[in-house]
């Protein structure tokens, strides 16, 4: 990991080079399933979706926990949040390079949750959330990835995508609002998107939760049943729950064609919120790590310096 310090604030983000080969690495580049050189680190318990192999969604179990004990687990979170919050200040004043979390679900995978739980910590200064809804008419004039390029994060930030681009390959397909065609030819133009963002000097962290459709009824049935929840209920998420079976099948086709080396998808059992909260601030917390932001050189001669009264 280079430790050069970027002084020059102007250019574009950072190049590849402070996130992938160290110096001395005489790893060769991996023409297989992993990256060497990628900072991402998944948690125990979370799956990596094989880059160009296929993968069996519903051969995932939701209600996995990896064994550990739910109090366990709470206090395990406050360490990780309190590693990322450490870890986020060092990236913002590095101010080099950014990291991108996406996070797709099913309608109450908890994404919401998720990031309420994950990031409470975090400077709100060095971080930027986007909660992507259906397209207003200026964004439908655009190319699909339009809206959200213009909210990736800038150098030094942390940026969350609540729900991303992938709803241009999911529910868009699942209600077939563009021909086959258009949708079909988006999975490449999604990983040209991300390879952009990496060797830019963003990494990009997508987490998939995933729940199981008793789970999703649970939730649903949840929010009907307590009136301090009624406003989280949609109705129109009882419709879409129809369509399960074609939203999981196009889940598996963007977890398959859309995992790569550098931005591979990250699988997480969902169905137990506190294990799904613990492994993703893991995960976030040891790519943090392995980016290793380094905090600016101190201008020259300040050690001599005393403010004056
Ligand atoms: P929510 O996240 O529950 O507030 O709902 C946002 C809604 O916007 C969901 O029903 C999504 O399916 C929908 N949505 C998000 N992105 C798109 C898109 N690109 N095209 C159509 N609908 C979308
Ligand atoms: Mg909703």
Known sequence: MTKKHGKHHHGH??????????????????????DPASPIRPAEGILTVPPGEPFDLAGVDADADGGLDKD?????????????ETLQERLYAERRRSLLLVFQAIDTG????????????VNPQGCTVASFK?????????????RYHQRTPGRGMIGVFNRSHYEDVLVVRVKGLVPDA???????????FERLLA????????????ISKDEQKARLQARLDDPEKHWKFDPADLVERKSWDAYQAAFGDALTRCSTPHAPWLVVPAN????RNLVIARTIADTLEAMDPQFPEAPKGIADLTVPD
């Open 182 to 192: 258009v949708w079909q030819s988006r999975y490449g133009l999604i990983n040209d």
């Open 272 to 275: 137990r919120k506190w294990f």
């Open 72 to 84: 366990w687990a709470k206090e395990a979170l406050r360490e990780q949040r309190a590693r990322i």
């Open 13 to 34: 983000l950072a190049t590849a080079s402070g996130v992938t080969k160290s110096p001395g690495s005489s790893h060769p580049a991996s023409g297989g399933d992993s």
């Open 134 to 146: 259906v397209p207003s008419t200026e964004e439908m004039d655009h190319d699909f990835l339009w």
């Open 110 to 121: 908890g994404k919401d949750g998720t990031i309420r739980a994950v990031l409470q910590g």
């Open 199 to 210: 060797v830019s000097g963003t990494t990009v962290l997508k987490f998939f939760l995933h």
